[in-house]
C-alpha cells in the first residue's frame, strides 16, 4: 500500500545507517523490525531527503539511499569546537572526571536555555575544550533498510504533536501506562 496523499504520514522503517571513517563503510546506527524508527511525516522529525526517498516505496519495499552530509547534519564548523572554563563543570567545587572526559557527551545550555549536546574534545589544565558540531556533520548517511508501515496520521496522532506531549521528557505519568511516543493515557509526559 502507498500513501501518498500529501498528507501527514506515519511511517516506521527498520534500516542500517553506514557512514565512511576513515575510508571504511562503518555501521553507526541500527533500528530494527522489533524496534523501528517511527515518524509523522511533513512536521521536520527526520531530514526532508530521508522523507523523500522514501515517498515513493510501498511497505514492504527495501531502500538503499545515501543522504548528503549537506542535506543531514550539514558540515563540519571549526568555530563550533572551542575552550570554555574548566569550573563550569565542578559540582560542590569538585571536578567530575567520571563525566566530563574526552570523547565523552555532556548536556549544556546555551544563553538562550536551549539544551545542546557537547561532545569533549580534550581535558586541560583549567579548560575543557568541547565540540558542539553533529558528531556525524560532514559525514554522507548511507541508509539500507525496509519500509514496515505507512498509513495517514491520525487527528489523535497530529494532536500528540501540537500538545507538547511526543518526545519530551521530565513529565510524570502518576503511574498510568506509557505508550510508544513516551505520553502516558492522560496526554502527560512519562
Given at each position: 500500500?502507498?500513501?501518498?496523499?500529501?498528507?501527514?504520514?506515519?511511517?516506521?522503517v527498520s534500516y542500517e545507517l553506514y557512514v565512511d571513517m576513515d575510508g571504511v563503510p562503518t555501521i553507526v546506527e541500527e533500528c530494527t523490525a522489533e524496534r523501528p524508527f517511527r515518524f509523522i511525516t511533513g512536521v521536520g522529525y527526520t531530514f526532508d531527503?530521508?522523507?523523500?526517498?522514501?515517498?515513493?516505496?510501498?511497505?514492504?519495499?527495501?531502500?538503499?539511499?545515501?543522504v548528503k552530509a549537506e542535506e543531514a547534519n550539514g558540515p563540519r564548523d571549526e568555530e563550533f569546537v572551542f575552550d570554555v572554563d574548566k569550573a563550569i563543570f565542578s559540582v560542590d567545587g569538585s571536578f567530575p572526571s567520571?563525566?566530563?572526559?574526552?570523547?565523552?557527551?555532556?548536556p549544556l545550555l546555551d544563553a538562550d536555555g536551549n539544551r545542546l549536546q557537547?561532545?569533549?574534545?580534550?581535558?586541560?589544565?583549567?579548560?575543557v575544550t568541547i565540540d558542539l558540531n553533529h558528531p556525524l556533520a560532514?559525514?554522507?548517511?548511507?541508509?539500507?533498510?525496509?519500509l514496515l508501515e505507512a498509513r495517514p496520521a491520525?487527528?489523535?496522532?497530529?494532536?500528540?504533536?501540537?500538545?507538547?506531549?511526543?518526545?519530551?521528557h521530565g513529565g510524570s505519568c502518576e503511574?498510568?501506562?506509557?505508550?510508544?511516543?513516551?505520553c502516558c493515557e492522560?496526554?502527560?509526559c512519562c
Open positions: 500500500m502507498k500513501v501518498n496523499n500529501g498528507k501527514h504520514e506515519v511511517k516506521a531527503a530521508f522523507e523523500t526517498a522514501l515517498q515513493p516505496l510501498a511497505v514492504g519495499d527495501r531502500f538503499d539511499f545515501v567520571d563525566e566530563v572526559y574526552p570523547g565523552g557527551v555532556v557537547a561532545t569533549v574534545v580534550a581535558v586541560k589544565k583549567d579548560k560532514g559525514k554522507d548517511l548511507h541508509f539500507v533498510g525496509m491520525t487527528e489523535e496522532e497530529l494532536q500528540r504533536l501540537t500538545s507538547g506531549c511526543c518526545g519530551c503511574g498510568g501506562k506509557c505508550d510508544n511516543n513516551g492522560g496526554g502527560k
